[in-house]
């Protein structure tokens, strides 16, 4: 379970990149029903989205030519330039070194090494989000990988992660789910498919895909497709877990909503 109680591996922070901010924000408060706030001018036109008044994301405007539309998952760090070798040491790539961010904490961007992006963020004033799990905020996370087996040795190297398997529903291999070894299996935040498998919510390659709670998967889909974004998977059933989609938004940053079924009805 994806919790606020973060430890080092934990997801603890998400933002997105896009070319158009106010549209951004009308989008997603349509979807999600989130409210914007700016960071303040002293960080360039960043801010966070929110939910009920607790702070569920970040995002930022950047020219399409800059850096493409996407959300991007962070994982904590008690030390960033540790974390940043041990990426460079199993295979990864820095793509952008250990830097500060005020006295909010210490950032790096980086890539697997299959290219699939992630980012690192060692708390300072920030401790990281204010909310996860509910709906409106990050409940759940998955990497589409070539290879599945390589992409487990690599973040269970880098941020000393642990492992579940189940049975894909339908058949069709097993279904590898993540956590921080600290936590144990109910600290389970992502899964990790074969890209084989995932060919309808992650055509584009190796990415992480983000899902935020919804009450209502069908009604935010709707929304989505009114207000310009894209239906890349259809609202789908899965038993015992929920009702998911995946979209995009009117900029191509992709992302998912899940209905848990502990929500239906």
Request: glycine share 14%; with cysteine.
């Amino acid at each position: 379970m994806l919790t606020t109680r973060f430890v080092p591996g934990s997801p603890n922070w998400t933002d997105l990149a896009t070319p158009d901010i106010e549209g951004a924000k009308t989008f997603y408060q349509g979807v999600l029903g989130w409210n914007h706030v700016s960071a303040g001018p002293q960080f360039g036109g960043y801010g966070m989205f929110q939910s009920d008044g607790k702070t569920v994301a970040g995002a930022m405007q950047l020219p399409a030519d800059q850096a493409p539309p996407s959300w991007t998952l962070y994982f904590q760090t008690a030390d960033s330039e540790a974390t940043s070798a041990a990426v460079k040491d199993h295979g990864g790539r820095v793509v952008a070194e250990p830097m500060d961010v005020e006295d909010l904490g210490r950032m790096t961007l980086c890539a697997d090494p299959s290219g699939a992006g992630f980012a690192t963020w060692q708390p300072g004033t920030n401790t990281g989000l204010e909310a996860t799990d509910d709906p409106g905020a990050l409940c759940w996370a998955e990497l589409t990988s070539p290879d599945t087996g390589a992409a487990v040795t690599f973040y269970g190297s880098v941020f000393d992660w642990g492992t579940t398997s189940m049975p894909m529903p339908g058949g069709g291999g097993d279904y590898v789910m993540v956590h921080p070894t600290e936590k144990g299996p109910d600290g389970m935040f992502a899964g990790i498919v074969p890209a084989s498998d995932a060919s309808a919510a992650a055509p584009t390659g190796p990415g992480w895909l983000l899902y935020f709670g919804t009450a209502d998967c069908d009604a935010a889909v709707a929304k989505a497709d009114q207000l310009g974004g894209t239906i890349v998977q259809e609202p789908t059933d899965i038993e015992g877990v929920g009702r998911f989609a995946v979209l995009a938004d009117p900029y191509g940053a992709r992302f998912a909503l899940m209905q848990g079924a502990s929500q239906d009805g």
